[in-house]
């Protein structure tokens, strides 16, 4: 659960179709659509510094879901949940939770992932400083947060 003291990695809701792949009608995808510029590269180094990536589509059949996320492992994209909230807030609920919302959607257009990249490093997690304290587990990541010194 949070806790007040605590800063936590910046939680990412990234639409999938027209954000992560240049192409954003579904019903006509391709693996070979090539993903959006420079996507790889900044999810990557998003996620390997601490944030928590949440694929926040409107896919709803399994079987467009499954082609999403064979999508993002063949093109070497990274996440943790795909239309679902993270465990430890403790709460699941239709719409997902996330600090930083990206979509193509946005009502000023989708900026460019460097921009975005640029606005989510000014989170407190990456400016606040004090010691990585280790605050929940999974199997395929470990997730920290950033205390304040006191």
């Known amino acids: 659960m949070f806790t007040a003291d605590a800063i936590y990695p910046p939680i990412l809701a990234v639409d999938f179709d027209g954000t992560i792949t240049k192409y954003n009608n ?8 090539p993903p959006m510029e420079d996507v790889v590269d900044v999810l ?13 589509s409107c896919r709803c059949y399994l079987s467009d879901i ?22 430890w807030l403790g709460f699941d609920s239709k719409k997902v939770y996330g600090d930083y919302y990206i979509d193509d959607k946005n009502i000023f257009g989708f900026p460019g992932w460097l921009v975005c990249e640029r606005e989510i490093r000014k989170h407190p997690f990456f400016t606040a400083e004090g010691e990585r304290m280790k605050f929940y587990e999974t199997s395929k990541r470990t997730y920290y947060y950033k205390r304040p010194r006191q």
């Open 26 to 33: 579904y019903k006509d995808f391709s693996y070979n659509d």
């Open 44 to 56: 990557n180094r998003l996620y390997r510094d601490g944030c928590v990536i949440i694929i926040n």
């Open 66 to 87: 499954i082609e999403a996320k064979n999508y993002l492992l063949f093109h070497g994209i990274p996440f943790d949940f795909f239309n679902k909230n993270v465990p």
